[in-house]
T-cell receptor, first 116, second 109 residues
Framework: GAVVSQHPSWVICKSGTSVKIECRSL??????MFWYRQFPKQSLMLMAT?????????EQGVEKDKFLINHASLTLSTLTVTSAHPEDSSFYIC????????????FGPGTRLLVL | EDKVVQSPLSLVVHEGDTVTLNCSYE??????LLWYKQEKKAPTFLFML????IEKKSGRLSSILDKKELFSILNITATQTGDSAVYLC?????????FGEGTQLTVNP
């Protein structure tokens, strides 16, 4: 139980394009989903928290117009990196909590983004 | 601002050794302390600790929390090369997780 998937696992794109990353909870209803970013040899940094049907709460320093988060259903959240630039290249990880796991966050496998 | 500090940042041992990883925290409205193992992908959940002094065990891994001194340890006995990974601890305050920098553990054959 408590499986979270992400798609795609890898994406390479040109500077200026937008990239959408999906996060799905496969066997439970995720009332809350979280998006993290991890740079090499660093820990996970929370970008934003989203609850189904409401606007995401962004951490300080994270541009909400650049990182668009949609949590349209209890099993799906999307992160869109708009007009991506090389400095946005990173490992993006989502997590989800809810169902029997309560507040425990279960992580997706992550998406590696490389912007050329 | 919530803060989680792990030590050591890096550790190299031989198979069969026992290791202890440390995690201290300063968190407003602390709820729980979690340990994760991260290999090349996203973190996998190991333990959640909410009460002081109660050891949680899973095979060769065990962990304990001290809410008075604000720290937790993760022990791994009889280490194997497959234990090589980054071990992350994180504190929860409400639904929010704050991660430490992680300890890079390398187990050599």
């Amino acid at each position: 139980g408590a499986v979270v998937s992400q798609h795609p696992s890898w994406v390479i794109c040109k500077s200026g394009t937008s990239v959408k990353i999906e996060c799905r909870s496969l066997d439970f209803q995720a009332t809350t989903m979280f998006w993290y970013r991890q740079f090499p040899k660093q820990s996970l940094m929370l970008m934003a928290t989203s609850n189904e049907g409401s606007k995401a709460t962004y951490e300080q320093g994270v541009e909400k117009d650049k990182f668009l988060i949609n949590h349209a259903s209890l099993t799906l959240s999307t992160l869109t990196v708009t007009s991506a630039h090389p400095e946005d290249s990173s490992f993006y990880i989502c997590s989800a909590s809810g169902g029997e796991g309560g507040e425990t966050q279960y992580f997706g496998p992550g998406t590696r983004l490389l912007v050329l | 601002e919530d803060k989680v500090v792990q030590s050591p940042l890096s550790l190299v041992v031989h198979e069969g050794d026992t290791v202890t990883l440390n995690c201290s925290y300063e968190v407003t409205n602390f709820r729980s302390l979690l340990w994760y193992k991260q290999e090349k992908k996203a973190p996998t959940f190991l333990f959640m600790l909410t009460s002081s002094g109660i050891e949680k065990k899973s095979g060769r891994l065990s962990s304990i929390l001290d809410k008075k001194e604000l720290f937790s340890i993760l022990n791994i006995t009889a280490t194997q090369t497959g234990d090589s990974a980054v071990y992350l601890c994180a504190s929860t305050s409400g639904s929010r997780l704050t991660f430490g920098e992680g300890t890079q553990l390398t187990v050599n054959p």
